[in-house]
């Protein structure tokens, strides 16, 4: 199985921070990187898919990159909507795996 | 509007077994690849398993293999998780989600709300 791994596990900001999230693969994976954000109580909801696409309806303040097995997901500026948990997940092979997640809370 | 309910949770002593059960409207639900996902209480994404729009292909995460078993009903646009030998383990809250493709990128598009699954005696 693809093991994915994010970093930080969790991270303290404030409003108007620049958030950047990592996730490497243990091995390449290609561009078959995708990102979902969760609140709690809730279905997550995708982000981001291919690394860098923005899903319709997603802030331009996402961003997504990298390729291989390094990838990051950036938000550049953070607004309180922001503050949840975030999820890369891989869809390169069948057994599909999921990051650890990165929660982004309050300083 | 792409809608998917999950239902058929609840409290099951360990070594029993429980059927999942996932409505879904709104797509074509025959050409859509499902997954199950699930979430243990205070925990990560856990990717449970996959069935292709035919149901020919499918998937499972060592976690369950040989334990769970995934299908599809296409004439009633449902999907099914059935849970054999279960474990406390195996407690959490239980997603269906489609996958979705542009080109050869697939990602889960669309979840359910959940069902929680309590695996306890």
């Known amino acids: 199985d693809i093991h994915m791994t994010q970093s930080p596990s969790s991270l303290s900001a404030s409003v108007g921070d620049r958030v950047i999230i990592t996730c490497r693969a243990s091995q390449s994976i290609s561009y078959y990187l995708n990102w979902y954000q969760q609140k709690p109580g809730k279905a997550p909801n995708p982000l981001i898919y291919g690394a860098s696409t923005l899903q319709s309806g997603v802030p331009s303040r996402f961003r997504g990159s990298g390729s291989g097995t390094d990838f990051t997901l950036t938000i550049s500026s953070l607004q309180p909507d922001d503050f949840a948990t975030y999820y890369c997940?891989?869809?390169?092979?069948?057994?599909?795996?999921f990051g650890q997640g990165t929660k982004v809370e309050i300083k | 509007e792409v809608q998917l309910v999950d239902s058929g949770g609840g409290l099951v002593n360990p070594g029993g077994s429980l059927r999942l059960s996932c409505a879904a409207s709104g797509f074509t639900f025959s050409t859509s690849t499902l997954n199950w996902v699930r979430q243990a209480p205070g925990k990560g994404l856990e990717w449970v398993s996959s069935i292709s729009g035919s149901g020919s292909d499918i998937y499972y995460a060592d976690s369950v293999k040989g334990r769970f078993t995934i299908s599809r009903d296409n004439a009633k646009n449902s999907l099914f998780l059935q849970m054999n030998s279960l474990r406390v383990e195996d407690t959490a809250v239980y997603y269906c989600?489609?996958?979705?493709?542009?080109?050869?990128?697939?990602?889960?598009?669309?979840w359910g709300q959940g069902t929680l699954v309590t695996v306890s005696s």
């Open positions: 989600a489609r996958e979705w493709n542009d080109w050869s990128v697939k990602w889960l598009d669309s």
């Open positions: 997940q891989q869809s390169f092979s069948t057994l599909r795996t």
